[in-house]
C-alpha cells in the first residue's frame, strides 16, 4: 500500500490491513458456522431453531459487523486526512470481499426458507409449463423438489414478477429435471444474484464519484454484513429491486424517459413493489417537459403492460391494496395498522385508513417534486413512498428496508451521513432481528424516521441545481 496510509493518527498507526483481515475471517467464521448448524435435512423440515437460537451465531455477527466498521473507519481516516486510497489496494479489498460472497451463496440460507419458495416456482415453470399466476404450489405438491418445501405460502399464487421467474427458471434450466434435492437449486439462484449484488454497489458508487470518501463508502457498501446476510446468504431478491430503482433514479436525472421506463418496468418486475415509483417517475419528468413525462408514460405502458398482458399476473392489488382478508392479523403489521390495532380501533376500516395514508403521502411527494421541493435528486422522493408503502402493509419483514434505505443512503450529500445512515440501518437490522415482532416495528420505523428527517433536512438546505453557478472554463 502506498506510503501515506501509514500515516499516524494519535500516536497510532491505520491499521488497515490487520482490521480487514479480521473483517475476513470473522466474516467467514459466521458465515460458515450459522450454515453448519442447520443440516440440509433440517433446513428442508423449515427447522431452523438451531441457528436462531444460538447464541455463537448473534455474538459473530455483532462481532463481525463491528469489524466492518472498525474497517472502513480506518479507510475514512486515510481518505479524509491523507490521499485517496491506491487502485491496488483497493482491488485486493474487493477480491476478499469477492471471496465472501461466493463463500455467502455457496451455503444454503439459514435464517429463512423463502429461496425454496423461489425455485419451486421455477420448477413449476421448468417441468410443467403451469405460470405461478394462474396456479398455486398445491397442484404439485407431490413433485420430488416442491414436496420437499414447507406448505405455509402454498395457497396463494406467486406475487414476484416475471423478471424473478426468469431468474429463478433459469437455476431449473442449469440444474436440470432429474435433481433429487432442492439445494443445489437454491445455491444456483443465490449465485444468480452475485452479479446484481455487485451492481448495485457499481450503481451506488457512481452516484458517489465524486465524493471525496468515494472508496470508503463503496467498501462499506459492499462489504456489509446485513446486506451480505440478506442478500447472498438467505437469497432474498430485494436488492434487486432497488438497484433497478437506483438506476431509474439516474436515468430520469438524466432526463432519458425510455430508459428510465424500461429500468422501472424491471424493478416492477421483479417485484410489484417498484411500480409504485411510477408517479414518482413520471412527476419528476414532467416538472422537466410534457414530452418527456409523455415519452415515458408511452414506454412504460408498452414494455410493462404489454409484458403484464402477456403473463396476466403480479396483480398490483395483491401487494398495495390488499382488498381481501390478510387484514385480520396485524402482528407482523407495518406501523400504521400495528399502532390502529394496538389502541384497540382495528375495524373493517383499517385498510381503508392504511391504504388512504399510503395514497396521501404519494398524492403530497408528487405535488412536491411538481413544486421543485426535492433538491437532492429523485432518491429521497422515491424513498419516501416505498417508506410509506412498508408502513402501512399488513405484512412486513426487515429486509423490506432494502425498498428504501438505500435510496436514502444516496440522497445525502455529505460522507458523514451516508455512512451514519448506513450503520443505523445495519445495527437497527441486527438488533430487530433479537426481538418480537411487536418491538421490530417501532425500532425500524423509528431508526428509518431519523433518517429521513435528516434526509428532509439536507434537501431544504441544499441549493436549488439551477443556483449552482457552473464554473466558467476561461477563468
Known amino acids: 500500500m502506498k506510503r501515506q496510509w501509514k500515516g499516524y493518527r494519535k500516536g497510532r498507526k491505520l491499521a488497515l490491513l490487520p482490521s480487514f483481515l479480521i473483517y475476513l475471517s470473522l466474516g467467514f467464521l459466521a458465515i460458515l458456522t450459522s450454515e453448519h448448524l442447520v443440516s440440509d435435512r433440517d433446513y428442508i423440515a423449515m427447522n431452523l431453531d438451531a441457528t436462531l437460537s444460538d447464541p455463537t451465531v448473534t455474538i459473530l455477527w455483532f462481532l463481525w459487523t463491528g469489524s466492518a466498521v472498525w474497517w472502513t473507519n480506518e479507510i475514512r481516516l486515510g481518505e479524509q486526512k491523507k490521499a485517496p486510497l491506491a487502485p491496488k489496494a483497493l482491488r485486493f479489498f474487493v477480491l476478499g470481499i469477492a471471496a465472501l460472497a461466493l463463500v455467502a451463496a455457496w451455503v444454503k440460507p439459514v435464517f429463512t426458507q423463502d429461496p425454496s419458495y423461489y425455485v419451486s416456482y421455477g420448477r413449476q415453470i421448468y417441468a410443467y409449463g403451469v405460470s405461478p399466476y394462474q396456479v398455486n404450489l398445491f397442484a404439485f405438491v407431490n413433485d420430488p423438489i416442491i414436496s420437499q418445501v414447507d406448505q405455509f405460502w402454498f395457497g396463494t399464487t406467486t406475487f414476484f414478477g416475471p423478471f424473478s421467474l426468469g431468474l429463478f427458471t433459469l437455476a431449473n434450466v442449469i440444474v436440470g429435471r432429474d435433481v433429487q434435492s432442492i439445494i443445489p437449486l437454491i445455491t444456483v439462484v443465490k449465485f444468480l444474484i452475485v452479479p446484481f449484488y455487485a451492481a448495485f454497489a457499481v450503481a451506488a458508487h457512481s452516484v458517489w464519484r465524486e465524493k471525496r470518501l468515494r472508496a470508503t463508502l463503496l467498501l462499506a457498501v459492499l462489504a456489509n454484513p446485513v446486506l451480505i446476510w440478506y442478500t447472498l446468504v438467505d437469497g432474498h431478491m430485494d436488492l434487486v429491486i432497488c438497484l433497478f430503482l437506483i438506476l431509474t433514479a439516474k436515468n430520469i436525472e438524466r432526463s432519458s424517459p425510455v430508459w428510465a421506463a424500461f429500468t422501472l418496468s424491471i424493478a416492477a418486475s421483479t417485484k410489484i413493489v417498484g411500480i409504485v415509483c411510477l ?176 434526509a428532509i433536512q439536507e434537501t431544504r438546505m441544499r441549493p436549488e441545481v439551477s443556483q449552482i453557478r457552473e464554473p466558467n472554463p476561461n477563468r
Not at 320 to 336: E, F, P
Not at 371 to 388: D, N
Not at 393 to 417: A, D, N, V
Open 279 to 454: 408517479p414518482i417517475a413520471f412527476c419528476w419528468l414532467l416538472a422537466r417537459g410534457k414530452g418527456k413525462a409523455f415519452k415515458f408514460a408511452l414506454s412504460f405502458a408498452t414494455m410493462y403492460g404489454g409484458l403484464y398482458l402477456a403473463i396476466k399476473g403480479g396483480e398490483y392489488s395483491k401487494v398495495v391494496a390488499y382488498s381481501d382478508d390478510h387484514w385480520s392479523n396485524l402482528l407482523a403489521a407495518g406501523i400504521v395498522p400495528r399502532t390502529i390495532d394496538f389502541f384497540g380501533w382495528n375495524s373493517p376500516w383499517t385498510p381503508t385508513i392504511s391504504n388512504a395514508i399510503f395514497y396521501a403521502v404519494v398524492g403530497l411527494v408528487c405535488l412536491l417534486i411538481l413544486k421543485g421541493s426535492f433538491r437532492t435528486g429523485p432518491y429521497l422522493p422515491m424513498a419516501i413512498v416505498l417508506f410509506a408503502l412498508f408502513s402501512t402493509r399488513i405484512y412486513f419483514q426487515p429486509w423490506y428496508t432494502l425498498w428504501f434505505w438505500p435510496l436514502l443512503w444516496l440522497s445525502f450529500g455529505k460522507e458523514k451521513r451516508i455512512l451514519t445512515s448506513l450503520w443505523n440501518w445495519t445495527f437497527c437490522l441486527l438488533a430487530a432481528f433479537l426481538l418480537d415482532w411487536p418491538w421490530k416495528i417501532p425500532i425500524i420505523t423509528l431508526a428509518a424516521g431519523f433518517d429521513f428527517y435528516s
